[in-house]
C-alpha cells in the first residue's frame, strides 16, 4: 500500500471505497488493528513525539482527517487521493453492520453520551450490535477492569474516544490480546453519534470548512485552529 509521508507521519494513500475494503479484511482475520485518523494537529504532535509517531506509523491504516493533510501532501508532491474523514468512516462501518454482522463497543465520552450514542445507532439499525458501552471518565486504575469487560465481549470495532494519544496508545497497548479486530481512535466522534453534538453542515463539508464550523460554534478553539498555519509552514520548509 503506498504511503504519502507528511512531517514523518506515514499516510495510507486510499480514498473512502479503500478504506473501507481494508476494514473489511480486517474483519476477516483474529488479530488486533490500529486505525489512526491524524489531522494537522495530530501530526505536529507526533512530529515531535517520537513514541507516539511510532505508534501511528506501525498502525494497520492510517486516513487522512483533515482537509490540511491533503493540501500539505500537494505542496510535498506527493498527492493524497481524498480527505478520509474519520467520522465518516466509523458510519460506513456502522451502516455495513446494520445486520448484525459487525459487533461494536463505544469507550469514551462523557458519562451518559456513549449509551446515548448506542441507543441512537439501535433506533436507526434496529439488527445491530453494539455490545456495550463506557464513558471516557475513568481513572487509570480503572482501565484493566474496563478492558477486561470488552475482552469478555470480544466487539470486532472498538470505538475509543479519549482524546489524541490517549486513544491511540490504550488501543495499542491492548492490540494483541484478542479483544477487538479493529481498534479506532475516534475523538469525538461518539459525541455526534449521541446526537449531543452536531456535526457541520453539509455544505461546509462538501467546501472543506468544517473547521470553520467548528470555531463557530466553539470560539474557544481558537488557539487549536492557529495549528494549520504553523502545520503548513513546516510542510513548505521541506519542500
Known sequence: MEKVDVLGVKFDNVNMEEAIERCKEFLKGDQGNLIVTPNPEIVMIAKDNEEFKEIINH????????IGIIKAGNILG??????VAG??????????GKNGSISFYFLGSKPG???????KMEEKYPD????????????????GTIMEEIKSLKPDVLLVGIGMQKQEKLINKYLNDGIFKIGIG????????????????KLFIKMHMEWAWRLLKEPSRLGRMMVLPKFLQEVKKIK
Open 59 to 66: 498502525a494497520a491504516l492510517v486516513i487522512p482527517d483533515g
Open 78 to 83: 506527493t498527492p493524497l487521493k481524498e480527505r
Open 186 to 201: 475516534c475523538g469525538g466522534s461518539i459525541d455526534v453519534l449521541s446526537g449531543n453534538v452536531k456535526r457541520a453542515p
Open 87 to 96: 467520522y465518516d468512516l466509523i458510519c460506513n462501518l456502522l451502516e455495513l
Open 128 to 143: 445491530i450490535r453494539i455490545l456495550g458501552t463506557h464513558d471516557g471518565y475513568f481513572k487509570p486504575e480503572e482501565e
Open 113 to 119: 453520551y456513549a449509551e446515548e450514542a448506542k441507543r
